[in-house]
RNA sequence: GGGUUCGUGGUCUAGUGGUCAUGACGCGGCCCUUACAAGGCCGAGAUCGGCGGUUCGAACCCGCCCGAGCCCA
């Protein structure tokens, strides 16, 4: 006997396991085995925001489980822990903390007070992770903030100069005017639906015919930006439309600011928008930029770096965009240009980070050119689950028409590793033996200018893309470049980042090792509140992981993630699924109390004389083994969780648990010790199945579970030993029996162990082993006598259902005749032509079918004769005969 | 507007052609039976979004419509 405490306290169970782990080495990846036994997670490096959410738990729990579950397959499997540090946040975090501007200090300092506010929220992200469990090896936790992280960055960056994927230009990007910097096409998010202006705004014309009235002269143009005036370039019309046909090359000059442009005629211009002519600046929109290379039109800037008029817009420079659209508007209108207003809406480009609506400024920038063949040819030998999620790759890298533009006007982030010559405008990249390197303070290893001579560098002051860090991830966690590139097994990761981490990865791991970065990409869903809407603070339905793990245990939040659904659907979070999660907890905890006080380790036999019901159970036990494995290599956790509740709760709890009682409690040692060892290689083996979904629970059974070594996190998945089809249906035959005479009695009001007179049992099929009463009469507390043929008792043929999958295919489209007769026919009269004749003639309005016996079964009711004392009970897979 | 995923008892969810559609939560009833009342047993509750088609047979395949989410314009 083996005394382990009544009831489960996860509170206590959870953090004592977590303060355990953390000494061991159970995570620990060795990396010396064979590549084809290793498992990598190439692990998402969150931005330290300090809050692991509720989404971010979701993915975790996807790679936990398939970490933990490999490892139990004897993989290694290296679950390491990145943090993506580098960004704009930080930097604003901390000008906000500090009172400053990035500029008031120096560039050294700011970077420092960034790396200090940074590890701060580190902390607390890996708080959480432990909290849950996550079986993350903290001996590969990586920074991209450190040098050993960024260097390794830089040399990619140099690598892929080498291979001619980056160049810098001057081109037209995506500008925050907020951050200041450029941002990448992936990192511009589309505001719909923004309410605005159109203004009409004539333009009068310059040199058309002389004798034209002033009308016929003009051109009104419909602008949703007049502040852009200033950058007007040209104005364009639809070619077909018919108010414009022979305007085309009419010049005309711009209100206020006196450029002349002229009209030109191109397809991609609405003539149902507005006037049905537009004007072209420099620029408003991609539209404009297309426009501005495909005419060949001058380039006006008109707005700066911060998002203020330049001198482009003489008298009205310095003013914001809104400050310059009153006075331009107000000005128009006062000089008679302005023909009319009316409110629309449009779609409105905003940087990601802060929702700043983007500018399209021409600057010189660094760029990493987008091989979109090689990108999708990488793409496609990545299995990705669900496999639709590909679709949204293909779709982005299609459509991607710039290159990525990867400088940043920032601080926080990996430096370019480059210098310019002063004093011949030479560019020269870093070597790779020079990196990590901060070119603003540090002179390239070079040494003078190899195009000049000179001696004067200026050191880049540019910043990396902070996708430039992490897209490099599975390279990196592996050891490149030290170590040869293997692609990594699995990468998890959220839908909204396919466009820029996977997107990223793939183009990198491509470019620099010409190979996929990953085998599986698993993409997770999001995780949605109890109502059904996204979570948020306002609609109160926002919950925090750490707060399910305070109600219940982190063990049922778990198991509430995997349940959710399928992996790659959203989920919904439900309180439901933590409640019967921990009602699961509970359960498992009591029949592993029951267990490990039934078991005493002196009477264990080397091969034990199994019952029917003790091969039932391990059969049963071994096809869930196999079928769970199945599950969990696909990542369908919610299939496999659901298998292995029902078999412990229905199986091994409600049927084989009562079934052996009897023998558990008065059997002769033989006899017990064959229950005892079902049970514990059964348990045993559920507990190793559960732990990748509840570890702590899991290890505190296993542990307390006699005839058990170690932790569950250094067992072996179970092996399937005993399949053992005749047995399992002698101990269905059992369990349906037991079951039904159990709700018979409860049914009945007698009390579960009421002893009753005798048992006949006629099974519907006989197995082809004996069936083995002995545990059935220790159950039902009765004499059980397992009969051929048919009881004693009236047999009434009550219906008759035709097998579709015969009857279908033999007479097609007569089918639904020929089932509509037979239903309608009398029962005895079908059972006696059946019995009979082995087969069914049936009246097809005057044309006789003849139906194969076996095509009909006679469904009957055993009905008790009357007078005699007996209760017939049609169970599922037999009559029974109870005689009281 | 384009693409994509989805619509199954009150709620959430499983189920890609073959007899009475899975499970959970909730609800109703009965039961303290020596692991478990945080439990057991029983029950009610679904025209599988709508219409049409393919098929002997459709929740499942095809088309259209309605509705929702996500991605992109």
Known sequence: MTEIPDTYNPDEVEPKWREQWRETDVYSYTGDGDPDTEYVVDTPPPYPTGNLHIGNALGWCYMDFAARFHRLMGEDVLFPQGWDCHGLPTEVKVEENQGIHRTDVPREEFRELCIEHTESQIGAMRETMDTLGFSIDWDHEFRTMDPEYWGETQRSFVQMAGDDYVYRDEHPVNWCPRCETAIADAEVETETGVAGTLYEVTFPGVDSDEGATTEQRDIQIATTRPELLAACVSVAVDPDDERYADRVGDTFEVPLFGQTVELIADDEVDSEFGTGAVMICTFGDKQDVDWWAEYDLDLRPAVSESGRLTATADEYEGLTLEEAETAIVEDLDAAGYLEGTEPTEQNVGQCWRCETPIEILSKEQWFVEVRQEEILETARQVEWIPEHMYGRLEEWTEGMDWDWVVSRQRVFATPIPAWHCEDCGHTQIAEEDELPVKPTETDP??????????????????????????????????????????????????????????????????????????????????????????????????????TVVEEYSADAFRQAMALGGQPGTDIQFQWKEVTSAARFETKLWNITRFTAQQLDEEHRLPDP???????????????????????????????????????????????????????????????RDAAQQALLTTLSAALRMLSPFVPFLAEEAYRALPGTEGSVNAADWPAVEMVDPDHEAAGDLIADIASTVRGWKSDTGLALNAPLDRVEVYPDDHPDVPVDTYDLSEATNAPVQIREGVPAVELVPVSVEPDHSVIGPEFRNQAGQVVAALEAMDPDYVADQKAVDGEIAVDLDGEVAVIPGEAVEVVEEHRAESGEEVVVLDSELATILVYE
């Not at 000049?452 to 990196?476: F, Y």
Request: net charge negative.
């Open 609 to 671: 004389a199994y019952r029917d019901i003790d091969r039932w159970l391990l059969s049963k036990c071994s096809r869930v083994t196999e079928a769970v494995r199945e599950d969990m290599a696909a990542y369908r956790f919610d299939a496999a969780l659901q298998t292995l509740r029902d078999f412990v709760w229905h199986d091994l709890a409600d049927d084989y648990l009562e079934l052996v009682k009897g023998r558990l409690y008065e059997g002769r040692p033989g006899e």
């Open 445 to 546: 290893a070079v040494g003078a200018c190899p195009a000049c001579g000179g001696e004067h560098w200026r050191g880049e002051t540019d910043v990396m893309d902070t996708w430039m860090d992490s897209s490099i991830s599975p390279l990196l966690i592996q050891g490149w470049p030290e170590e040869p590139f293997e692609p990594a097994t699995l990468r998890p990761q959220g839908h909204d980042i396919i466009r820029t981490w996977a997107f990223y990865t793939l183009l990198r791991t491509a470019a620099l090792e010409d190979e996929i970065p990953w085998e599986e990409i698993l993409v997770n869903g999001m995780v949605f509140g109890d109502d059904g809407n996204k979570m948020s603070k306002s609609r109160n339905n926002f919950v925090q992981p750490e």
